[in-house]
């Protein structure tokens, strides 16, 4: 009951500020068109609270009245005035099309009160429609239009609008800061204390929302005692009853009663039969809690007398105003009626020749004024269709924007976890056959498996702490003075035992002068290392990689690392520092690219520039331009070094160098051409995780290795074995398509295969379902794990063999199915939906990916064998739960409708009405 009455004062919190009966019929007589409108305008902020159909008669005037004025002032007031009664008769599209005219006219006029009048009521519409984000927008702007009246009306009603916007998002703190600045301007600002105790009042029901009930005392107690001072017969009884109500909470029975006591004498003195409503009915939530049944009985039965005096005074008064129309309406026809009678007296006067001139020139230029006036507004329907057309396409284009960055978002973290999960395999699985003493020797090559991949780790980490540091800002820039020859060679030199070990060529060439400038050497190095471990870490044995400095002039240098790698397409040369973006390439593939969008914002943050220049098969070249003079910084920003070198260099990231030599394409155990255990393939790129897996699985199979999908392939169709497993992401041929090659293949497409790979989202491992693959294994994973499921796989593959040949005898009878596919797969989809009957996001779309279909697929299949759709299913089944637990009395209406997925009662109660054919209500 406390929710239904402060939503109701929210609506009315603006009529206390004009409560006085306006005639609007003697408005309407008015002969002085100017004083007309004005009355016109005043008349309706009584009538919007009072009666909607009259406030759409005053709009249509106003508009009539202000076309004879030619006022572009009266015709804004009316547009927003038909704006407002639209809004409060529940047609938005038409209220929404109104408020653009008026801010079309107000455009014109350049009015910023009357434009942050329209644009009050139209973010409240879009408030209403649970718009929040444009109807804060409008706020915002309104807002911004009369900051500098800081105590005005408007400034009031805007801020006590937008705490009720921020209140209906359940942004508490935000409502709570803007309803205060509202009742802090109305204490102030003479004629508004009324709005202040409505906003008071508004604040209680925040309390009581968060459960704060002493607090909603407090804010109660103060908006009924001022109340008293001001002699307002409303708030004095709803203020009283929202302390009552908190007591109520606080059980604190007698102090509940004291205040109801008070908010029932208060209506009833001043005949305010809505206000006696709530305080009766809440007196009687009062005495029912304390355990007086028999005074909650009495005044239930006053309650309900009440209601029913109430909804009979409004027939009456509707009764009422429609014969007032009705009346009117006959006053103006028989008016209408006495001009035209006099028109035709006086007209009878007239020659027949003057009257004939009179009407052939009358007729011709009417013709041409309504023909004029239709082509305008032609043209101006056409203007407001291609405005909101436009503004549409805007619109579509920005949440369009939004949602492929969420998507790049996702496949970035989606990236990071592949990125991960690999260090963490080599960690987990060593430690793991470590700690089970099932390794009796080389103990030491696991350990330092395990510290490799841990230093791995630290380093991909480091790197989004770094990215971190750079979006929040906290990176700073510390140039010193420095020579750039020196600290280049000596970063160079930490590179040159990588290239021996990779049998890589690797130069640098620096000027013979000193290159001496400021530059921050913290920053350069990150730049320099990320770039260089690049050029090792996608350069082949036998590759060329150059590092150059030059002096372009006096103050810039140029930086480039030019290499002889595998090189980048021109399509992915353009996304290549974009952290988002993951390339489809499989060797571009097993790198995160955090570093190269770190190395663009370091750049940028240097104040300089980097380029590439790249050819798939012949290298890639990176360039970094940096000015070196002094003027570039800030004087805070440079440190206090001279010509010095000192501190660590940072450690090389481990992706430049391989975890194990990589001379050793194909391996196979000493026993295998002798030994009758199964034969296992494994293709993986990684050789710490391919000679783990061997490792595992080598006293229960005979086991053979290949880095990459191709030499996979050749060693299936040779030796044909009986298990694979591959990796997703390799080199030359991926997981994927060796996958779909052995299925297509007649030798090799009995063998059960399982895909193992670091990215574990669901579209990956459909992926590699359709191409065939039996299982799919996330990194990290467990060793016994993997033991289970090859030999499941194979146990699986031996039930088969026996099948095929059962079934190729002629006299075997069929074996006897005892349920159907059908019966299964309606058992299948009621157990998905009641799994997740409490999710109101859980709809078509999550149950037909559940069940591994499409929806048109699932609609047809559903429908085929039930008769109804999907979305039927699941509301019907949603309803079923929910009348069972009603009938158990498990909650109330809308804690049942929350438990059973539905996002609003109200809807809940309408299509529990529309099934049962009854209100939830009537079955408790």
């Known amino acids: 009951m406390l929710k239904y009455k402060l939503t109701l004062l929210l609506t009315l919190s603006f009529v206390l500020t004009n409560a006085q009966t306006v005639n609007y019929q003697k408005i309407l007589k008015e002969k002085n068109d100017s004083i007309k409108c004005l009355q016109l305008i005043e008349a309706s902020d009584y009538y919007k609270y009072h009666s909607i159909d009259t406030l759409l008669i ?3 005037e106003l508009y009539k009245t202000s076309g004879k004025l030619k006022s572009q002032y009266f015709l804004e007031n009316a547009f927003n005035i038909k704006s407002l009664a639209l809004k409060l008769n529940g047609q938005y599209a038409a209220a929404i099309e109104f408020s653009q005219k ?4 107000n455009s014109i006029r350049s009015d910023k009160e009357g434009k942050a009048k329209i644009l009050l009521n139209y973010a409240d519409i879009m408030r209403q429609q649970k718009k929040y984000d444009i109807s804060e927008q409008y706020h915002r702007e309104g807002l911004s239009l009369i900051l500098s009246d800081k105590d005005s009306a408007l400034m009031a009603r805007y801020y006590i609008n937008m705490g009720l916007m921020f209140a209906d998002m359940g942004k508490i703190d935000s409502a709570t800061h803007y309803y205060e600045n509202g009742i802090f301007i109305a204490d102030k600002v003479d004629g508004l204390k009324k709005i202040g105790l409505t906003a008071g009042l508004n604040l209680s029901h925040l309390a009581y929302k968060q459960g ?18 001001e002699e307002d017969p409303d708030h004095i009884s709803l203020g009283a009853n929202n302390v009552a109500l908190g007591y109520l909470k606080l059980k604190n029975y007698e102090k509940a009663q004291e205040y109801i006591k008070y908010a029932e004498d208060a209506a009833k003195k001043y005949n305010s039969p809505q206000n006696l409503l709530y305080a009766v009915g809440n007196a009687s939530d009062i005495y029912a809690e304390k355990g007086d049944f028999k005074k909650a009985y009495e005044k239930a039965i006053v309650y309900i007398g009440i209601k029913d005096s109430l909804r009979s005074a409004l027939y009456d008064k509707n009764l009422m105003e429609m014969t007032t129309k009705y009346e009117l309406k006959e006053k103006e026809n028989k008016l209408t009626q006495q001009e035209l009678t006099i028109e035709k007296q006086s007209s009878r006067q007239r020659l027949i020749i003057w009257i004939s001139s009179v009407l052939i020139l009358s007729l011709v230029l009417m013709f041409f004024y309504f023909k004029s006036r239709q082509e305008l507004k032609r043209k101006a329907a056409q203007i407001e269709a291609e405005s909101a057309k436009l503004s549409a396409r805007i619109e579509h284009a920005e949440v369009e924007r939004l949602q492929q960055m969420d998507n790049l ?7 990071i976890s592949h990125e991960l999960r690999t260090p963490l395999t080599l960690i987990l699985n060593p430690a793991e056959q470590l700690l089970n003493n099932r390794v009796k020797e080389n103990q030491k090559n696991y350990l330092e498996i395990i510290h490799r991949n841990a230093s791995r780790m630290l380093g991909l980490v480091n790197q989004l702490l770094e990215l971190s540091k750079l979006e929040s ?17 000596t970063l160079c030199g930490m590179f040159e035992s990588i290239a021996n070990q990779k049998d890589i060529e690797f130069t640098s060439l620096f000027p013979d002068e000193d290159v001496v400038g400021y530059f921050d050497k913290n920053i350069l190095e990150k730049i320099l290392v990320n770039l260089l471990s690049n050029a090792f870490k996608f350069t082949p044995s036998g590759g060329i990689i150059r590092c150059t400095l030059v002096k372009k002039t006096e103050d810039e240098i140029e930086i480039s690392i030019k290499d002889t790698g595998i090189g980048i397409s021109k399509e992915n040369v353009g996304k290549l520092f974009n952290r988002f973006i993951s390339f489809s390439n499989s060797d571009l593939q097993n790198s995160s690219g955090i570093g190269l969008s770190i190395v663009r914002e370091l750049v940028d943050l240097h104040k300089g520039k980097i380029e590439v220049d790249s050819e798939v098969g012949k290298g890639t070249c990176f360039t970094v331009q940096l000015n070196l003079n002094k003027k570039m910084y800030g004087e805070n920003e440079i440190i206090s070094k001279n010509l010095q070198n000192d501190g660590k260099l940072i450690k090389i990231p481990d992706n430049t160098k391989d975890s194990e030599p990589s001379v050793i394409n194909i391996t196979r155990s000493a026993d295998f051409v002798s030994d009758n255990k199964p034969f296992l393939l494994i293709a993986e790129d990684n050789n710490d995780v391919k000679h783990l897996i061997e490792n595992i699985c080598k006293e229960d199979f005979r086991v053979m290795t290949a880095e990459n999908g191709k030499k996979a392939f050749q060693i299936a169709q040779e030796k044909i074995p009986d298990i694979i497993i591959t990796d997703i992401m390799m080199p030359e041929m991926d997981g994927m398509e060796l996958c779909e090659r052995l299925r297509t293949s007649e030798i090799t497409s009995h063998v059960p295969i399982i895909m193992l790979t670091a990215r574990g989202d669901q579209k990956d491992k459909l992926e590699g379902l359709k191409k065939g693959a039996d299982d799919y294994l996330i990194k990290p994973f467990d060793a016994d794990e993997l033991l289970l499921r090859l030999h499941n796989l194979l146990d699986q593959r031996k039930k088969l063999r026996e099948y095929y040949k059962r079934i190729l005898q002629a006299f075997i009878p069929k074996e006897e199915v005892y349920e159907s596919m059908d019966a299964m ?20 779309s999550e ?22 759709t999907p979305n039927e299913i ?20 809308a804690e049942i409708a929350y438990n059973c997925g539905f996002s609003s009662p109200a809807y809940f109660s309408k299509c529990y009405k529309d099934y049962f054919g009854h209100t939830p209500g009537e079955d408790l």
Do not use: W
């Open 58 to 60: 005053l709009a249509d």
């Open 102 to 105: 008026a801010l079309k006219i």
């Open 212 to 229: 704060k009930y002493k607090e909603l005392i407090e804010l109660a107690q103060k908006v009924y005692k001022d109340a008293l001072s």
């Open 409 to 415: 978002r996702s496949k970035f973290f989606a990236n």
């Open 473 to 489: 800002g906290s990176e700073k820039l510390n140039p010193g003075l420095y020579d750039v020859k020196v600290f280049c060679r």
């Open 825 to 844: 797969f309606l058992n299948n989809m009621k157990a998905f939906v009641e799994k997740n009957i409490q999710n109101e996001n859980y709809g078509v």
């Open 847 to 868: 149950l037909s990916a559940d069940l591994s279909l499409s929806r048109s697929q699932l609609h047809r299949k559903v429908t085929g064998l039930l008769g109804f």
């Open 874 to 893: 699941i509301r019907n089944m949603r309803l079923e739960k929910a009348k069972m637990f009603i009938n158990k009395k498990t909650g109330t209406i």
